[in-house]
């Protein structure tokens, strides 16, 4: 008995040793990020700082290059092809962000409000495929297929306009200059459409259905019921959707690229296909370098306003449920 108390004293206080001390977990959980972490540096942070270093230079990527400090960016304030360029993404941020995030919100708050409830669940997850169809498609591709819908001989839109009788609408709609831009428009808004409608529907999952049903038996409608309650609840998902597309429409590239080459006479030029013929065609690798990185500071910009705004939306949406 003495001998049993005399063993318990000595082990009150005291863990038994079971074996070598595991690391902490905020230890384990960094090594994690260590892969992450190289290959973002490696991708993004050194060919930026690389692209940044040689746009204060003049080279035509042969050779040494010429370092001539400002000079490409004093050159570009002064290129009206630049501004031209630039004024046309502000074209393709109303085409891919504007105008596919409000017809996105009121067709998500249409399939969840309305469809689901009077056709089924099932029906709204099909048409909400259908709607996101073209995100899944490569760029390249979707470009091919309309750049054969509007061509201009044998094109499905000009045969359909022959058959119903409006042959005098018929038009070369990328080979002409006044009209192209809004032709690569429309296809954007097309290719676009699904993604803020697939976000909009996953925002509106965690709104109150009470919210719905109190409003119903009130007597509101469907538009007062999208108005007062569909938009204020799920603004932290307009943010998001307005942030990513505007993004989005800045660096489009492969859709200018595969319908019509920034033609006809840069009437459908942006920044990003401006900077890769600067850089490839013009050889004139400096001024391209500019060109992108001041892109890249502008999306930038743009990307941390669109959080500030997410991030104030969130709180003020917290606040109001406390």
Known sequence: MTITVERGVRTVGKRPHTGPRRPRPQTSYALFLVPGVLAFLAVIIVPFLMNAGVSFTEWSG??????????????????????????????????????????????????????????GSKVAAVLRACFYLPQVLPIAVAGIVWSWILAPDNGALNALLRAVGLGSWQQDWLGEPDIALYSVMGVMMWVQLGFPLVVFMAGLQRVDPQLYEAAELDGAGWWRRFWHITLPQIRPEIYVVLTWCTVAALKVFGAVYVLTKGGPGGAT??????????????????????????????????????????????????GARA
């Open 62 to 119: 042969i050779g040494s290059p010429k370092w001539t400090g400002l000079a490409n960016y004093r050159r570009l304030l002064d290129d009206s092809e630049f501004w031209t360029s630039f004024r046309h993404s502000l074209f393709m941020v109303v085409a891919m962000a504007v105008v596919p995030t409000a017809i996105g919100l009121v067709l998500a708050a249409a399939l969840f409000d309305y469809i689901g409830k009077h056709f």
């Open 269 to 318: 030029d942006v920044p990003s296909y401006f900077s890769f013929t600067t850089f490839f065609e013009k050889t004139q690798v400096g001024y391209g370098a500019a060109i992108s990185t001041v892109l890249t500071v502008i999306i930038l910009v743009l990307a941390m306003v669109g959080l500030k705004l997410q991030t104030r939306a969130e709180d003020a949406e917290e």
